[in-house]
Antibody, heavy 130, light 110 residues
Framework: QVQLQESGPGLVRPSQTLSLTCTVS??????????WSWMRQSAGKGLEWIGR???????NYNPSLKSRVIISVDLSQNQFSLNLNSVTAADTAVYYC??????????????????????WGQGTLVTVSS | QSVLTQPPSVSAAPGQKVTISCSGS????????VSWYQQLPGTAPKLLIY???KRPSGIPERFSGSKSGTSATLGITGLQTGDEAVYYC???????????FGGGTKLTVL
């Protein structure tokens, strides 16, 4: 079965770049029916969507983080990655990678979108501190 | 402040039914489909409901989803102590071109 696993430093200095990788095992990331997403969750808080990447390299980002985020995919390694720059203590959180099914019916006006996250990594805690 | 609004907490006795609401707008719930997730303490969220009230393999029929206008509801019947968790709703927001989540609802089974 397909599994996702986050990896990367657990401690990042303020103003530096947070870099995480999600390795997909048990299946190919290149199957063109899924988006590959990053979410995060601060202590005691709710889920925050960071952004996603399609196998083509197309991306969508949370407008509140867009200026600091880059998500990319490496088909040869069956991985996708998150880079968040200029981090502060507010970026301390558990970071999750997830697989997203996403469909649209553009014959409708306005188009109808259907999405869900069916597979999640276990999460990795990243602390921003000097 | 989350784009989707959920009650912070709900509670009910074992064996009873509970509903969790998720309120949004025409650009998200009003036009698109809602998914629901269960997050047990210390674990990653797990998909409960997706598409038109579909359940992934292994999710019991006790869990159901519905939508009316710009609000969605998760229903859980035959409550068990193992259902104690935080529940999140999520959907695509067409105006933001982004995924949005509710703030989460903590379910306590008394």
């Amino acid at each position: 079965q397909v599994q996702l696993q986050e990896s990367g430093p657990g401690l990042v200095r303020p103003s530096q770049t947070l870099s995480l990788t999600c390795t997909v095992s048990g299946g190919s990331i290149g199957i063109g029916t899924f988006y590959w997403s990053w979410m995060r969750q601060s202590a005691g808080k709710g889920l925050e969507w960071i952004g996603r990447v399609f196998v083509s390299g197309n991306t969508n980002y949370n407008p509140s983080l867009k200026s600091r985020v880059i998500i990319s995919v490496d088909l040869s390694q069956n991985q996708f990655s998150l880079n968040l720059n200029s981090v502060t203590a507010a970026d301390t959180a558990v970071y999750y990678c997830a697989r997203e099914a996403f469909f649209s019916n553009r014959a409708e006006v306005p188009p109808v979108f259907i999405n869900w996250f069916d597979l999640w990594g276990q999460g990795t805690l990243v602390t921003v501190s000097s | 402040q989350s784009v989707l609004t959920q009650p912070p907490s709900v509670s009910a006795a074992p064996g009873q039914k509970v509903t969790i609401s998720c309120s949004g707008s025409s650009s998200n719930i009003g036009n698109n489909y809602v998914s629901w997730y269960q997050q047990l303490p210390g674990t990653a969220p797990k998909l409960l409901i997706y598409d038109k009230n579909k359940r992934p393999s292994g999710i019991p029929e006790r869990f159901s989803g519905s939508k009316s206008g710009t609000s969605a509801t998760l229903g859980i019947t035959g409550l068990q102590t193992g259902d104690e968790a935080v529940y999140y709703c999520g959907t695509w927001d067409s105006s933001l071109s982004a995924v949005v989540f509710g703030g989460g609802t903590k379910l306590t089974v008394l």
